[in-house]
């Protein structure tokens, strides 16, 4: 009745506290239909509170959720029409693949013949056919993750939650059902809502993440509004790999801010937020955003440089790490296109880069 | 070694003179079985001594399952405290309990007293000296015993399972019967075995509780040894109820298994 939108999930102003702990603190979002959201977070950060609200296991401490417009609080989880994997291997432990995947349609009393096909295009989607009559015990950890999930669509469900159901498998194989995940969201144009604390995950899969810090949403937005466009540092530095170089604020005009350096090396960064002039701030510069070079960069640009001698060097196949030391006594990592110019050991070189691929942030506050 | 040594002490040489005495007195042969199966008075021990234990298997599992269930889901605390008083009514001494038993249920008893006073009842139930009264009483000794081996398998059971299966539509009832139960049933198997075969042989109770007219067979063993010196018939009635345990264990091994080795 309230929405004219097309959004498949509303949640508004959610907290949940256990006791002391606030797991979830005032947060809002809105999930588009068919949209693929990733809330990203680091261990305890009120994650897996936030889904479990959505699907029906908790009861919030006020807020409300809405799926489809409809307020969802008083609906018990087997009433809400969503699909679920989770971070434990949850299969049956007494029912054969095939029965584990048949049981959601088996209990809402569907006809034999209409579970039967439904089971074998599931089986067939997560690429598992030949396993139909094994128990749960006699398949790898990312067998039973892969029928938990047919289990989860098979009843098509309006939502589908996945609460880190990846953590468990090693790297290969992670990727390989990622992959597996994202096709079948694409065929399957379900609205999914995801959970991890891999940032690289949260990047390659999700159409929108949320960052999830200490019971908030520090962001939300795609992958690349996160990594181009953090809102705080707290976000610049969880979301891909980042240099913090901590100076002080010199002055700030038109969203450009200077910043002194512990060594008196002045640099200058974007900024939205208001600093203010004399406090500890913090510049962010992506390493492979650094590029080497022999002198130092002209003033005339809006070219940029530091200087530092390098102290190790890591080759990682499509790229080069270096780690350089300042005169600041702060090390900075820079990586660069492994073709590119090599740096030796103990090199000493000028590191430019764009002032639009610098951003200053305050200082966090020293995070828990 | 030495366990070899003790067991052949005190568990073959024990055994096997019992079975001499039960083949030799009064006379060589299988007599006192042929008496004991054949006799309609020893077949109604015989039948007591099962219906009483089923009886009091069945009520115990279907009293024990939801504390164990509520021991499994509890706070911890709750449960301990919960736990702790299951614990202590086991460590009670057995008289004592049985005593208190009697108290309850006598004729002049708290609650005959009580539906009389209500005005729900005019003569005293006859609550006590009959197979009721120690299907009662055992009910409640033997409850410990089916709920620890639930307790323990319960616990085990994930409780994402059940709420995986929430979430796929099944309801509080379906999750109990294709979910809970099923994967309850090794802990259900071990409880249910222990009170069955502890109570085929259960002596204290059924004595104190029971009345002369419907024996059980531990009774039945000790009256015949003790009063009437017939060695030979109870020998055979304890080898009788020996080779039952047996059979219920080994249906036990088949269906459950020992150990947890698939
Ligand atoms: N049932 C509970 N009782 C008490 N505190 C809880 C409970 N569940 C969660 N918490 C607390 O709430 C906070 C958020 O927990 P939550 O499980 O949502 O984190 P998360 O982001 O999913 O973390 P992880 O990545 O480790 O799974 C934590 O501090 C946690 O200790
Ligand atoms: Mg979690």
Known sequence: MTSLTKNAVEIHHLVKRFGQVTAVDDVSLSVADGEFLTFLGSSGSGKTSTLFI?????????????????????????????????????????????????????????PQNEIDRAVAEMLDMVRLGSYAGRRPSELSGGQQQRVALARALVYRPRL??????????????????????????????????????????????????????????????????????????FVASFVGNSNMLRGRLRGVSERMASVELADGTVLHGLSDANLIHGTQVEIMVRPERLIPSSSRAGDLTSLQSVEGTVIDVSYLGEAVQYEIATRWQQNIVVRNDSRASGLELGASAHFSFHVHDALVFPTQPSAS | MPALVFLFLFLVLPLSSLFLVSVTEPSLGLGNYAKLLGDAAYGRVLFNTFFVAGVVTCVTLVIGYP???????????????????????????????????????????????????????????????????????MTYIMLPYVILPLHATLSGIDPAIMQAAAITGAKPRQIFWRILLPLSLPGIGAGC???????????????????????????????????LLNWGLGSAAAFILLAVTLVFFAIYVRVVGLGKRS
């Open chain 1, 54 to 110: 959505v699907a029906g296991f908790e009861d919030p401490t006020s807020g409300s959720v809405e799926i489809d417009g409809r307020s969802v609080l008083s609906v018990p989880p087997n009433e809400r029409n969503i699909g679920m994997v989770f971070q434990r291997y949850t299969l049956f432990p007494n029912m054969s693949v095939r029965d584990n995947i048949a049981f959601p349609l088996s209990v809402r009393g569907r």
């Open chain 2, 193 to 227: 075995l222990m009170v069955f075969v502890m109570a085929l042989g259960y002596y204290v109770t059924p004595a104190l509780l029971g009345g002369t007219a419907n024996m059980m067979l531990a009774e039945m063993i000790a009256q015949q040894v003790q009063s």
């Open chain 1, 160 to 233: 589908l939650l996945m609460d880190e159901p990846l953590a468990a498998l090693d790297k290969r194989l992670r990727e390989d059902i990622q992959q597996e995940i994202r096709r079948i969201h694409r065929e399957l144009g379900v609205t999914i809502l995801y959970v991890t604390h891999d940032q690289e995950e949260a990047l390659r899969m999700s159409d929108r993440i949320a960052v999830f810090s200490h019971g908030k949403i520090a962001q939300i937005g795609s992958g690349s509004d996160l990594y181009e466009r953090p809102a705080n540092g």
């Open chain 2, 67 to 137: 504390v164990a269930w509520l021991l499994a889901i509890l706070p911890a605390r709750t449960a301990h405290l919960l736990m702790a008083a299951i614990l202590l009514s086991m460590w009670t001494n057995l008289l004592a309990r049985t005593y208190g038993w009697m108290v309850l249920l006598q004729r002049t008893g708290i609650i005959n007293r009580t539906l009389i006073d209500l005005g729900l009842i005019n003569e005293p139930l006859p609550l006590i000296n009959n197979l009721f009264g120690v299907t009662i009483g």
